[in-house]
């Protein structure tokens, strides 16, 4: 007989799975592919852990980093940021990072986006939730594509036996290997494998001496490349060619050369350079930085230069120049036995500055902003003959120029502060910086002009902002993935142009959402037991407003009957069997609490664990410390269970009042009932549960249960069909 009421107790407890029918008060059939169990909600358990374990390949590859880290629980996507530097130290101090992804759903990403040989990349990874709580930043790995050197030279004439080759080292290259050939393609199949040089961390460029094969190099051009290869013994393109050759004697000395162009002109480099000899002629090659070394003039080629001056000096004008980019010339004189070394010098143009700016800054207790800027090619060359002066001029947000402009001498790393008041009118704010011009003088002259980006104006308040909470789903409206119903987002301005409207959770969550135009915003990503609050924020990066920032407070949609039944069981009716939606820090309490024990002791198969779940035992929620009673007893040749609740909820958003018993005889039948009336909900998703049409009939109920909503602007019936 205890066997049997056992089994009918262990029944009661079990047999609470149920089919939902939403019928507006209406008796209908109730669909059988609903139910409660069978509905799969993700459990929210994530907690913002930073990314572990990540990783950047260096120089594996010629035109990838790849990006590793170790998954986060309960992360939906991750995002990845970057910022670069020229050298691999990375400092801490004054990195600009750029997020290059903003949706990977795998720990894994492949960076080809805008990547440059020489330069250092370091990442940082973040995990996210669709429901937009954001984790913290992975630390940082740093990552560099393979390369072969930029910049080579080869030294021409300098010796009569060897030519010297130097190179700039790239980063995280292990070998190096020099090629050479007769012809400028050293790629080509005419090319010929000189030797290996091992990558050294001790120094910054390498010197490689080739001893010519005199019989038949000597005096002769001969183009040198240098490949590079990764740890992986992946292999770069070859580098650009450079020329080089050993001098032979008997051929014209070196020109000299007092004279080139830097910084005196905007527009072309001019080369002087003295005559070698009435039997000499003349050859001009030249690079930049990243580019192949071409003869730019060659009288073997019918070039011809003007008539040298009276002191015996030509002059050379190249006007394909660009700015900010330093020219290396090299001066050959040749005559019938050979060429002369060459004579290399450097030349640039007057150039405007580089990488201008104009950020929000603070210095002390002022707010304002500040203007920098890189300074032009030739800024550290003690060899031009005029220092540059840099001249700053500024302008406000009505258009006109404020004040003289400012000067600041070459080499004085240009920050320029210009403060603006921590309050603002709309009057006071066309007063203030909007924009920075500078220009770049040297002697008599001076260069194009740089503008800085443009401070925006301020946007126009927002007078009074709303949301629906809890409201009835409108006819039109359909549930998200998660069982929500849209919130309504409605706002009063003068201004229906572009905003960015802010969302914060009740769990954390903070999520943006572009609004290009007008003055309402249905939001349908919203999330199950989070309450939203909704604001347009119209300061600026200081903080002030034009008008105070208008909140719309507590807002959030409806569930379906099929989500508010999943709630109910799972974070109030039973926690102790389903914890859908219970707090992952309290998931495993509830799986090992005392009432979870002796539910588990009336599912075993024999009868001494089945006796162990006679008896009782309460337990209290980890936010309100409401309780939850359970008693089962025997009961005649039946039995009877008893759960009771207080204001229990292992949420704060949800709770549930009241109590429920069922009495059983010997076969299984009989009846339920709550000495409450019901089950009260209070909370987000307040309702009444009530059991008169519920029975038990074959050890489970059967019936329905009647649901009356709560919803902020009135009340809905819906049945539950067990």
């Known amino acids: 007989m205890r066997k049997l009421l056992l089994i009918l107790i262990t029944s009661i407890l079990i047999s609470c799975n149920a089919s939902i029918l939403m019928t507006n008060g ?88 805008n990547l440059e040989v020489g330069v250092y990349y370091t990442y940082r990874v973040k995990a996210h939730t669709f429901e937009g709580k954001v984790g913290v930043a992975s630390q940082e790995a740093t990552g560099t594509i393979l390369s072969s050197p ?130 000499t002629k003349y050859i001009i090659k030249r690079y930049y930085s990243g580019s192949s070394e071409t003869v730019i003039f060659s009288e073997e080629y019918g070039n011809t230069l003007p008539e040298a001056d009276a002191e015996g000096y030509y002059t050379f004008i190249d006007t394909d120049v660009k700015a900010n980019v330093e020219y290396t010339y090299s001066i050959i004189a040749y005559n019938e036995i050979g060429s002369s070394p060459a004579t290399v010098v450097t030349g640039y143009i007057l150039s405007p500055v580089l990488n201008i700016a104009l950020e929000p800054t603070t210095r002390g207790s002022n707010i304002g902003y500040e203007l920098s800027f890189n300074e032009p090619v030739g800024s550290s060359d003690s060899g031009k003959v005029n220092s540059y002066r840099y001249e700053i001029t500024y302008f406000n947000k009505a258009g006109e120029q404020m004040g003289s402009p400012k000067y600041f001498e070459e080499g004085s790393a240009v920050k320029d502060f210009t403060p603006i008041s921590r309050s603002v009118t709309k009057e006071s704010e066309l007063a203030e910086v909007s924009y920075g011009v500078v220009k770049v003088l040297c002697g008599a002259l001076e260069s194009s002009v740089e503008i800085t980006n443009r401070i925006p104006m301020l946007s126009e308040p927002v007078t009074s902002i709303s ?9 039109n409206e359909t549930p998200n993935s998660y069982g929500v119903y849209p919130v309504t987002v409605t706002w009063t301005s003068d201004y229906i142009g572009e905003r960015v409207l802010t969302r914060k959770g009740s769990d954390g969550s903070v999520k943006k959402f572009n609004i290009l135009s007008g003055l309402q915003f249905i939001d349908t990503t919203c999330d199950i037991l989070v ?192």
């Open 150 to 279: 930029l910049n080579i030279d080869a030294s021409k004439g300098t010796s009569i036996s060897t030519i010297d080759i130097e190179w700039e080292q790239m980063p995280n290259v292990d070998e190096y290997r020099i090629y050479k050939s007769t012809l400028p393609n050293v790629s080509g199949l005419d090319s010929e494998f000189v030797d290996r040089v091992q990558a050294s961390s001790t120094s910054l460029n390498l010197i490689y001496s080739y001893k010519v094969d005199l019989a038949k190099e000597g005096g002769k051009e001969l183009y040198f490349a240098i490949e590079g290869v990764g740890p992986t013994n992946v292999r770069a393109d070859i580098s650009l060619p450079r020329s080089g050759y050993t001098f032979v004697p008997g051929s014209p000395q070196a020109p000299s050369v007092p004279y080139i162009t830097k910084a005196d002109s905007t527009d072309s480099i001019t080369i002087k350079f003295k005559s070698t000899g009435s039997d």
């Open 531 to 722: 309450i939203y609050d909704y604001y347009i924020d119209t300061s600026d990066v200081f903080g002030r407003s034009l008008g105070p920032i208008m909140h719309t407070g507590a807002a959030y949609g409806a569930i379906t009957p099929t989500i508010f039944a999943n709630v109910l069981e799972s974070v109030s009716m039973k926690p102790f069997e389903n914890q859908t939606y219970v707090p992952a820090e309290y998931k495993q309490y509830w799986k090992k609490c005392k009432i979870a024990q002796l539910v588990s002791y009336g599912n075993a198969s024999d009868l001494s664990t089945q006796m162990k779940a006679l008896g009782n035992a309460s337990d209290q929620d980890h936010f309100r410390g409401g309780t939850i009673s359970y008693n089962a007893s025997m009961e005649g040749v039946g039995g009877q269970i008893y759960f009771s609740y207080n204001s229990f909820g292992e949420n704060e958003n949800f709770a549930l009042t009241g109590n429920y018993e069922m009495h059983v005889d010997a076969s299984g039948t009989g009846s339920a009932s709550s000495n409450t009336g019901g089950l009260t909900v209070s909370g987000m998703y307040p309702a009444f549960i009530s059991l008169a049409e519920i029975s038990v009939s074959k050890k489970a109920f059967i019936g329905s249960y009647l649901i009356t909503y709560h919803y902020s602007d009135g009340d809905e019936e819906y049945r539950v069909r067990i």
């Open 26 to 113: 209406e008796l209908t059939k109730p669909n059988d592919n609903i139910d409660i169990k069978d509905t799969v909600i993700s459990e929210s358990g994530f907690k913002g852990d930073a990314p572990k374990n990540i990783n950047a390949t260096k120089s594996y590859y010629t035109n990838q980093i790849n990006v590793r880290w170790s998954s986060v629980n309960y992360a939906d996507y991750y995002t990845i940021e970057r910022c670069e530097h020229l050298t691999p130290e990375n400092p801490n101090d004054n990195k600009t990072w750029k997020e290059i992804e903003e949706s990977i759903f795998d720990t894994s990403y492949v960076d080809e986006t």
């Open 467 to 475: 949301a629906n909470k809890n409201s009835k789903p409108k006819e």
